[in-house]
C-alpha cells in the first residue's frame, strides 16, 4: 500500500538547499445537502466506522504494535475497504500515541534521576517535588473524523459550473455509492487553483454538519544559508516567545490567565461530581469534563501563540536569520511552568514548537531544534549553571560572574548557541549535560585567571561583608 508522505517535514529535516515537501491543508469545506436526507447514508456509516476505529485503536495502543496491514479482527457491518480505513486511522493514531508516551515515560525517567541527584537542601524547596509517573489512557475519539482513502471516498472535479468537485463515498449497502457535490468558497478556489489533490480526504461531522478537508502537497526549498546569525527563540507562557536578539512576542495575559483557572475549577467541580454520580449510580456512559468554554479557550490562546511565531519569522530584525528553538519536553514544560497548572501547559505549550517548526518550514527558513536542558539555569557568559541563577521568573543573576538579564532572553542566548554544539547534542541525558557546562564553566574560569576560585562562597563573601 503506497502511503503519501504526510508530514514528512516533521520528521525529516532538510538542510539548506534541499527541497522538502510538506502536505498542506484546505480545511473547513461544508458539505452541501442538497436535498434533505442527502448525508443520511454518512451520518448511518460514521458511528460504526468510529466504533471499530476504536476497538483497534485500543488494541493497537495496548497489545499489539500498530500495523496498516493487519487483518481484520472485530466484525463489522462495514465493507472491506472500509474496514481497512479504519484499521489504518487507528494505526496512525496509536503509533503518534506510543511514541509521545515513550517520549514522555524517557522524560520522567530522567526527571527523577535529576531529582535524585539533587542535593537533600534543595528537596525541602515546597516547588521540587519527587516527579511521578502518571499512565497514560488510551485515546478516546470523541468527534466524528474519518481519514478516507480513494478506496473508499473519491474526490473529483466537477464537469459543470455549478460545484467543484463529486464526492464519490461507499456507503454500508453495496454497489449504492453516495454522490455528493462539493462547492468552495472563493478562498478555497484560491488556496487550491492549480494544486494536484492528494488522494486521501478527511471528513469531520461537527453539531450535525460534515466537513471535507483536502489537502496537496507543495515543494519547498530552504535558502536559508547554513552560515546565516543564529536567533535563539525561549518560549513560555509569560512571554510565549524571547529571541536572544532580546525581543518578546506574544503571552498569555493576567485576564486570558483567570480565564484558564475558573475553566480549570469548572472541570475539577465537573469531574467530582461525575465520579459521585459513577459510585451511585453505576453509569456505564458519562458525559466528559471537556467543557465547551474550555476548548474556546484554547482556541483562542493557540491563535495568540500563532500570531507570536508569526510575528518572530516576521520581523525586520530576523530576515536573513536562522533559529534555533528548544525541543520542548515534558521535563522541561514542568521547570518552566512551575507557578501555572498542568491544563494550561499541557493545551499550549507543546503548541508552540510545533508553531515554529512548522512556520520556518513554509517559509523556506532553517530552524534547528535543540536541546533545552539547563538553558535557563546556565549563564550565557559564564556557563556556571545553578538553579539558584534565576532568581525571579523575569530575571537572571549570575551567582558566579554576577552577570545580569532578561531570564528568557539569556535562555535564548545559550540555545542560539547549541546549533552545532555537538559535544552537547552528544549527552545522553540532563546529568551528562550539566556535568558538561560545568566543565566549561571551569575552562571559563581558567581562561579569565579565576580558577580555583569557588564561586558560589565568593558571592556570599562579598553579600555578606558590604564593601565602604
Ligand atoms: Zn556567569
Same mark, same amino acid.
Not at 497489545?63 to 487483518?71: G, Q
Not at 525586520?316 to 530576515?319: L, M, V, Y
Given at each position: 500500500m503506497k502511503r503519501k508522505p504526510k508530514r514528512s517535514w516533521r520528521k525529516k529535516r532538510a538542510r539548506a538547499g534541499e527541497p522538502q515537501i510538506i502536505t498542506r491543508a484546505v480545511t473547513h469545506i461544508r458539505l452541501v445537502e442538497v436535498n434533505p436526507g442527502k448525508l443520511a447514508a454518512l451520518d448511518e456509516l460514521a458511528p460504526i466506522y468510529l466504533a471499530l476505529c476504536q476497538q483497534y485503536v485500543h488494541l493497537f495502543c495496548t !497489545? !499489539?504494535?500498530? @500495523? @496498516?496491514?493487519?487483518?481484520p479482527l472485530y466484525a463489522t457491518s462495514l465493507s472491506e475497504r472500509w474496514h481497512r480505513a479504519a484499521i489504518m486511522q487507528a494505526a496512525g493514531i496509536a503509533r503518534s500515541w506510543r511514541s509521545n508516551r515513550q517520549r514522555a515515560y524517557q522524560e520522567f525517567l530522567e526527571d527523577l534521576a535529576a531529582y535524585r541527584d539533587e542535593p537533600p537542601e534543595a528537596r525541602g524547596d515546597p516547588t521540587n517535588k519527587e516527579p511521578t509517573w502518571r499512565e497514560w489512557n488510551v485515546p478516546t475519539l470523541r468527534e466524528t473524523a474519518i481519514q478516507a482513502n480513494s478506496n473508499v471516498v473519491v474526490c473529483e472535479p466537477s464537469q459543470d459550473t455549478t460545484y467543484d468537485y463529486w464526492l464519490r463515498v461507499s456507503t454500508l449497502a453495496k454497489r449504492k455509492p453516495l454522490y455528493v457535490p462539493v462547492k468552495l468558497a472563493p478562498y478555497h478556489r484560491n488556496a487550491l487553483k492549480d494544486k494536484k489533490l492528494n488522494s486521501s480526504v478527511q471528513l469531520n461531522q461537527r453539531e450535525g454538519t460534515w466537513w471535507l478537508t483536502l489537502t496537496y502537497d507543495e515543494e519547498i526549498v530552504v535558502e536559508t544559508a547554513p552560515d546565516a546569525p543564529v536567533v535563539g527563540i525561549d518560549v513560555g507562557i509569560t512571554n510565549f516567545i524571547t529571541t536572544s536578539t532580546g525581543k518578546h512576542f506574544g503571552g498569555i495575559d493576567q485576564k486570558t490567565r483567570e480565564r484558564h483557572r475558573r475553566d480549570r475549577e469548572k472541570r475539577r467541580r465537573k469531574a467530582k461530581l461525575l465520579a459521585c454520580l459513577k459510585q451511585k449510580e453505576k453509569c456505564t456512559r458519562l458525559p466528559s469534563t471537556s467543557s465547551r468554554s474550555g476548548k474556546k479557550l484554547i482556541r483562542h490562546t493557540k491563535q495568540q501563540i500563532n500570531r507570536a511565531v508569526n510575528q518572530c519569522f516576521t520581523d525586520?530584525?530576523?530576515?536573513d536569520a536562522q533559529f534555533a528553538y528548544e525541543e520542548l519536553s515534558v521535563a522541561s514544560m514542568r521547570f518552566k511552568t512551575k507557578q501555572m497548572n498542568a491544563y494550561l501547559r499541557a493545551s499550549n505549550l507543546a503548541h508552540l514548537p510545533r508553531q515554529i517548526a512548522w512556520n520556518a518550514t513554509k517559509r523556506g527558513v532553517l530552524a534547528t531544534p535543540v536541546k533545552s536542558a539547563y538553558s535557563s539555569q546556565e549563564c550565557s557568559r559564564c556557563h556556571y549553571t545553578h538553579r539558584g541563577n534565576r532568581v525571579s521568573q523575569g530575571t537572571f543573576h549570575c551567582l558566579a560572574c554576577g552577570f545580569e538579564a532578561h531570564a528568557d532572553k539569556n535562555a535564548a542566548l545559550n540555545l542560539s548557541r547549541r546549533i552545532g554544539d555537538g559535544e552537547l547534542r552528544a549527552c545522553r541525558d540532563r546529568r551528562a549535560i550539566k556535568a558538561l557546562l560545568l566543565r566549561r564553566h571551569e575552562q571559563w574560569k581558567h581562561q579569565h585567571g579565576l580558577a580555583g576560585t569557588p564561586q558560589v562562597k565568593r558571592k556570599k563573601r562579598s553579600r555578606s561583608v558590604p564593601s565602604i
Open positions: !497489545e !499489539e504494535i500498530p @500495523n @496498516n496491514l493487519r487483518p525586520a530584525g530576523h530576515t
